[in-house]
């Protein structure tokens, strides 16, 4: 062979080698995307059965709960033991609760259509709440409060029935979760008419014959009947809200900002839902700015929350942080709940050391990462004002004459509290133990009357109050 010759036979070869080269370079990149697609698709496949696992959870466990409502206040209506009632108004109060928490986790995409069985949640179990305070401390219900409580069951019948129609369609498979963001949207807001309105008013008439609630609760009517004192008079346009709604949030942008309606009654807000990153699937956020004075009356962050990692102590000190940071001064904190990995703390306002239990604002903090996932400040900007906060007409020793010598008292402070009339007083508050149990006794500080006594329930989920 001609050294020309054999230069042509090598140069064939290695064209040859780097085709195989080529080839088998390439069929290892797809094979490494194939393997990366798959993965990806167990991934999503996974997740999307982790939620839809909860989303299952979640509205079965809150029908469950309205069951147990209806169920409950029913054996109200016909216990003739006074004790007995008030055990059973307070498992009203947990499974209203409990149920409004399951309500808030479903992917429903506009949380509006919720607005009105949220409430409802929200009254039936802040009435039960008060009257089961109201039973412990000796005093019967009334006949117009009996009259509401009927009312609320033969709510919680409508909303139980039509309940279960929808958990039969989803359990029989006719309804996939898919479906129930949109579907669930509608069905849900039927829901909620059928509950307002028993299927025959618009949405807004049937809530004549609803039960005008008068009881301690923050979300309670009379607070809501009331003329917000806490709000600048200053009206705030959609597009300013938007603005405030970003601020409060911290964030530079998000993938979606949606705006979801003007609503509410004394103070109108304006909702919008965020979704702040896409790739954080079905994470949003809906949020409440008031068209008067532009301020945060309420957020819900609809993230799940994993195991515990952080206890209330620090679940505390970041609530008290955000606080500060939202503008929120002399703020302490009260009660607390945990339930779901979060907790659910209560903060009261403070002036000149005397506390302000009507400026409340609500802040649940997640247990596994310490994020604010919820805030709720209706009833401070309902009640917050610069109070002219007079000095005692009896002191401390003249006012300990007015509770039980039996009653053990730990700490003293002076502090405003609410009346069922909306009135506030001014008054003693003695904390202390009796007979094993913790109590707060309330003495007026002008006139020396006992206002209210609340037992303190201390236990591993919380510290309440009833």
């Known amino acids: 062979m001609s050294i020309l010759g054999g230069y042509k036979e090598l140069r064939e070869r290695l064209k040859s080698v780097r085709l195989w080269s080529v080839m088998a370079v390439t069929l290892g990149i797809l094979v490494i995307v194939a393997l990366w697609g798959v993965n990806q698709y167990r991934g999503k496949a996974n997740y999307h059965n982790y939620l839809t696992n909860m989303w299952h959870r979640a509205f079965f466990d809150m029908v469950g709960y309205i069951q147990n409502i209806q169920a409950t206040l029913s054996k109200a209506e016909v216990s003739g033991d006074d004790r007995q009632r008030a055990v059973l108004y307070t498992e009203v109060w947990r499974n209203a609760f409990a149920a409004q928490e399951n309500l808030s986790q479903l992917p429903i995409e506009n949380n509006v259509a919720l607005e009105r069985t949220a409430k409802y949640l929200t009254q039936v179990g802040d009435l039960s709440f008060s009257l089961s305070k109201q039973l412990m401390s000796g005093k019967k219900e009334t006949l117009s409060q009996l009259k509401q409580l009927k009312k609320l069951r033969a709510y919680a019948d409508k909303l139980s029935n039509n309940l279960n129609e929808l958990a039969l369609e989803i359990s029989q498979g006719r309804l996939r979760w898919g479906e129930v963001r949109v579907v669930g949207t509608s069905r849900f807001r039927r829901i909620a008419q059928n509950v307002t309105s028993s299927r025959m008013l618009a949405v807004e008439a049937g809530f004549k014959d609803y039960p005008t609630l008068i009881y301690d609760g923050p979300f309670s009517d ?4 009331q003329i917000p004192k806490g709000l600048p008079e200053k009206l705030v346009s959609k597009e300013q809200a938007k603005k405030i709604v970003l601020d409060f949030l911290n964030l530079k942008r998000a993938d979606a900002v949606n705006y979801l309606g003007l609503s509410g ?3 109108k807000v304006y909702t919008f839902e965020i979704i702040p990153d896409r790739r954080i699937r079905d994470r ?5 700015i008031s068209k008067k004075g532009g301020k945060v009356i309420w957020m819900i962050d609809n993230r799940a929350s994993s195991s515990p990692k952080i206890g209330v102590a620090k679940a505390k000190e970041n609530a008290k942080k955000f606080l500060l940071e939202k503008g929120f001064a002399n703020m302490i904190d009260t009660f607390y709940l945990k339930q779901d990995n979060t907790a659910l703390i209560n903060y009261i ?3 000149n050391g005397v506390k302000i239990y009507p400026d409340m604002v609500k802040v649940r903090v997640a247990l596994d990462t ?3 996932v919820g805030f709720d400040a209706t009833a401070y900007y309902m009640s917050h004002t610069s109070r002219k906060i007079p000095k005692p007409a ?5 006012a300990r004459n007015f509770i039980s010598k039996n009653f053990d008292v730990q700490s003293v402070s002076l502090a405003i509290i ?3 009339s909306g009135k506030e007083v001014f008054t003693y508050e003695f904390l202390g133990k009796y007979d094993g149990k913790y109590f707060a006794d309330y003495i007026n500080a002008i006139t020396g009357k006992e206002e209210n006594i609340l037992e303190i329930i ?3 989920n919380g510290i309440l109050s009833m």
């Open 222 to 225: 009379h607070v809501s009947r």
């Open 265 to 267: 009654d004394r103070i």
């Open 284 to 288: 949003t956020i809906t949020i409440a």
């Open 349 to 351: 306002y403070q002036q």
């Open 370 to 372: 310490g994020q604010i």
């Open 394 to 398: 009896i002191s401390e020793r003249q």
């Open 418 to 420: 609410p009346l069922n």
């Open 458 to 460: 201390k236990d591993p």
